[in-house]
């Protein structure tokens, strides 16, 4: 590894949902995480002009160092349903730092690879403290009208982000939520007359 990809720690995450509301998930709904704590490539240096750099150089090895374990955690890229993805940069960094190695394809791009998935990951970018929880929205890889799949995993470590790190997330979901019964994006767009975009 370079000095700009320095990986502290690598946590990874499992949930087995077997009750929702009362009633039993059946089948159950099982939602996995894998997060690398990684100093902050520019902590130190002031306001930064040029990010690129430093991307292409960590984005695409964080991605490799990630996505194995997650696609592992699942059971394989075919059982993923949904996913997301999440940065958390420490109190000494700027948000921007975070966003800038979750968005970019040479990022996103080894996720949805691995999982055949199509649609843009959603996201959360925010700045916080060890303990923060650090919020993974998700949604379903390949169509994210269907509300079934928008999901949420949450992490927290205790202690991570220090002031001068990043941890960087990513969330998958092998199914979608137990008892889903709200419909779809496209029922209500029938129904209020709205003709759906072009390969929906």
């Given at each position: 590894m370079s000095d700009a990809l320095l990986i502290r720690k690598v946590i990874s995450q499992s949930e087995e949902i077997l009750i929702e509301g009362g009633k039993a998930a059946d089948p159950p709904l099982y939602?996995?995480?894998?997060?690398?704590?990684?100093?902050?490539?520019?902590?130190?240096?002031?306001?930064?002009?040029?990010?690129?750099?430093?991307?292409?150089?960590?984005?695409?090895?964080?991605?490799?160092?990630?996505?194995?374990?997650?696609?592992?955690?699942?059971?394989?890229?075919?059982?993923?349903?949904?996913?997301?993805?999440?940065?958390?940069?420490?109190?000494?960094?700027?948000?921007?730092?975070?966003?800038a190695i979750i968005h970019t394809l040479r990022f996103g791009n080894?996720?949805?690879?691995?999982?055949?998935?199509?649609?843009?990951?959603?996201?959360?970018?925010?700045?916080?403290g060890p303990a923060a929880t650090v919020s993974i929205p998700m949604m379903h890889k390949s169509d994210p009208g269907f509300r079934s799949h928008y999901l949420t995993a949450e992490m927290t470590i205790n202690d991570a982000p220090g002031p001068d790190e990043i941890v960087i997330a990513l969330g998958v979901s092998v199914g979608g939520r137990p008892h889903h019964r709200i419909g779809n994006r496209y029922t209500d767009m029938e129904e209020m007359g709205i003709t759906p975009p072009q390969g929906s």
């Open positions: 939602m996995h995480a894998v997060a690398a704590v990684i100093a902050n490539p520019w902590a130190g240096q002031g306001f930064v002009d040029d990010l690129r750099p430093v991307i292409l150089d960590v984005a695409p090895r964080l991605g490799e160092v990630i996505v194995p374990r997650l696609v592992a955690l699942a059971g394989g890229g075919e059982e993923v349903e949904a996913y997301g993805k999440a940065s958390m940069v420490g109190l000494n960094g700027e948000v921007e730092h975070g966003s080894v996720f949805r690879d691995a999982v055949g998935g199509t649609s843009y990951l959603s996201f959360t970018n925010t700045r916080g």
